[in-house]
């Protein structure tokens, strides 16, 4: 049993990128205007907005905090749980929780998976994203 959540890092990217672009287009169009000393006054106004938006570095698109739990609704059970960040492999019994602040590249899959030889056993995984549930999974 696995799950996974997909990181929305890529859209925060694209999205800062379009603001930049229109940015640049305001500042072309201000630039062929007819008056001089408003050009001037302009261009350096848009390039400091677009220097602000462009190498502002917020924390909360850097990293975030991944959370998993995994639960058996049987006890003394063993269960392989396996995760990504930091990828890892071990064996549990019953409930397992782990948090860690990771750094959030551009394309992340974070997955957790739990298995069990017994096929009796459910096995419920979670993961959290800053906080959110992201993903649940019961097998």
């Known amino acids: 049993m696995g799950l996974g959540f997909e990181s929305q890092a ?17 500042m072309f169009f201000l630039l062929t205007a007819k ?4 050009r001037i006054k302009l261009f350096f106004l ?13 924390s ?3 990293h975030m905090m991944v959370k998993y739990v995994v639960r058996s609704n049987t006890p ?5 749980v ?5 990828r890892k492999e071990l064996v549990i019994k019953d409930y397992w929780e782990r948090t860690f602040v990771i750094e959030r590249p551009l394309g992340t899959r974070i997955w957790c998976e739990g298995k069990s030889e017994d096929p009796n056993v459910l096995i419920t995984c979670e993961l959290y ?3 959110k549930l992201r993903a649940q999974r019961r097998r």
């Open 10 to 26: 890529d859209h925060k990217l694209v999205n800062r990128l379009n603001i930049i672009t229109e940015i640049l287009v305001v």
């Open 35 to 38: 008056i001089q000393v408003m």
């Open 46 to 58: 848009l390039t400091l907005i677009a220097g602000l938006f462009a190498f502002s570095s917020c």
């Open 60 to 62: 909360d698109d850097e």
């Open 76 to 80: 003394g059970a063993p269960i392989a």
């Open 82 to 86: 396996s995760y990504s960040h930091p």
């Open 129 to 131: 994203i800053d906080g």
